[in-house]
């Protein structure tokens, strides 16, 4: 009995750590950076990098969304929208959410390591990077940016891991992600609008108001879609590419098409649940087109 109890407890406060740290949203950094190896390495590359570039990729975002609650905590139980999460409601207690953190950046540095010297080194820049992100709406507007700067370390950390040195591709990889994920956190913000003007928080949507954000997050998208395109010359893809680029263009149309602040289902729908489906539509035919096409 004592064993089933202490199993039904472990799976509980696994289930919440999980939720903490929207652990399904992996999906958003994880298909950029396989796309990245995969062209660093000029096919798949080997197991070991697999294993310990995903350890690491899934180390540094954990620490850093459970860093993020620990930071908003305050904000996050004043505002309905997101007074329901574990913190507010004492689901998990402060001090557990700091050792989830610890843990979960050494588990990033330690496979950081076991990947090459370049990664060890810049493994605690990549930390204060993506930590220093849940302070930047306290100060400017460009945090949706910032945070996009901070998601798009995973390809280009991805490429560094397979090949130890710094190259083109992988910037523009990670410009993309920057443009896109800052694209879709405008238009996720643009639920709190009051609410950050209330509380001095700093955001696109409350500073340029609904419809110019709006306007600003399909500017970036784009971007994001040219930039896709450059890619497709830059590296001679093939046409298998050019079809998930033009499917993931047709579902971010649609994302800019369904905004409604007032509607959560919507928005989460938008700003989520569709990026989620771009991410793997672009992942899908990148890796297709590479090696039934390109190699």
Not at 75 to 91: E, I, V
Not at 168 to 178: H, L, N, Q, S, Y
Request: aromatic content about 16%.
């Amino acid at each position: 009995m004592s064993m089933k109890m202490t199993y039904k407890t472990v799976a509980k406060k696994t289930r919440m750590f999980s939720q903490l740290v929207m652990f399904s949203h992996t999906l958003f950094s994880l298909p950029f950076a396989i796309i990245s190896m995969v062209w660093a390495a000029g096919g798949w590359p080997s197991w070991h990098m697999m294993i310990w570039g995903l350890i690491a990729l899934v180390g540094a975002r954990n620490g850093a969304n459970a860093f993020n609650r620990l930071v908003d905590q305050t904000f996050d139980g004043k505002n309905p929208r997101t007074a329901h999460r574990h913190l507010p409601q004492r689901l998990l207690q402060s001090k557990e959410v700091v050792i989830f953190v610890i843990v979960n950046y050494a588990i990033f540095i330690v496979a950081a390591g076991m990947l090459n010297t370049l990664c060890l080194v810049l493994s605690p820049v990549a930390i204060v990077l993506v930590s220093t992100y849940s302070y930047a709406k306290r100060f400017t507007w460009l945090a949706h940016l910032y945070l996009g700067f901070t998601i798009a370390s995973a390809p280009i950390g991805a490429w560094f891991a397979v090949t130890g040195h710094i190259a083109f591709t992988p910037f523009v990889i990670g410009t993309v992600v920057m443009l896109w994920i800052a694209g879709f956190d405008i238009i996720y913000g643009t639920q709190d609008i009051e609410f950050d003007r209330k509380e001095g928080l700093w955001s696109i949507p409350s500073y340029f108001g609904l419809q110019n954000a709006l306007w600003i997050a399909r500017g970036l998208h784009f971007i994001m879609v040219l930039l896709l395109l450059f890619l497709y010359f830059y590296r001679d893809l093939g046409w298998l590419y050019l079809v998930g680029i033009g499917i993931a263009s047709l579902l971010l149309l649609l994302e800019h098409n369904i905004i409604k602040p007032s509607n959560r289902r919507l928005m989460h729908l938008a700003s989520y649940n569709l990026n989620q489906v771009i991410s793997m539509t672009i992942l899908f035919f990148t890796v297709f087109d590479y090696f039934l096409l390109v190699r």
